[in-house]
């Protein structure tokens, strides 16, 4: 009987845990797609295979519900692994990874040039409706430090105010 009740409990409660949302990752390519009928600022999130602090981030902040309600509420969400070897047209321009030295992965082009020659894992991009860019903010933060990050630009916040004076608001 009391393994009976156990299952049940068990059972009843894998819709409750089971419906916690994920972020919405897409290629940087869905996301200028969906850009043309919708409009929506994109975050992209550049990291690398061999970054701890990478997945960190996706262990703890990127699975934090209301830093995902956030981003899939207010950005396209981009994953962009900067060794890729994929092709990447963006604006006009056609990115690729040349590879790199001695069998090493080499940095993809479009990486380098989001992160302004500034290779540092992670790191966030975000850009605006028009897919200008905005700012790159590097390293890792947790989900408090990193919420109001995506509220300053998902709000619009930056038109108006510096980021301290809005952290102080907040």
Request: hydrophobic residues 40%.
């Amino acid at each position: 009987m009391k393994k009976v009740l156990i299952a049940l409990v068990f059972l009843v409660s894998l819709p409750v845990f089971g419906n916690a949302q994920k972020i919405n990752w897409m290629t940087i390519q869905e996301a200028v797609e969906l850009n043309k009928t919708t409009p929506k600022k994109v975050f992209i999130d550049v990291y690398t295979g061999w970054c701890g602090w990478c997945k960190k981030m996706d262990q703890t902040t990127f699975t934090n519900q209301e830093v995902v309600d956030y981003i899939n509420a207010n950005y396209y969400a981009v994953k962009l692994d900067a060794e890729m070897s994929d092709t990447i047209v963006f604006r006009g321009y056609t990115y690729i990874n040349q590879g790199g030295m001695n069998g090493r992965k080499g940095t993809h082009q479009f990486a380098a040039a989001l992160l302004q020659g500034k290779m540092s894992y992670p790191s966030y991009v975000f850009m605006n409706e028009d897919m200008q860019l905005l700012t790159v903010a590097p390293g890792y933060r947790g989900a408090s430090e990193f919420l109001p990050l995506l509220k300053y630009f998902g709000s619009d916040a930056y038109l108006n105010e510096k980021y301290n004076d809005f952290l102080n608001k907040q």
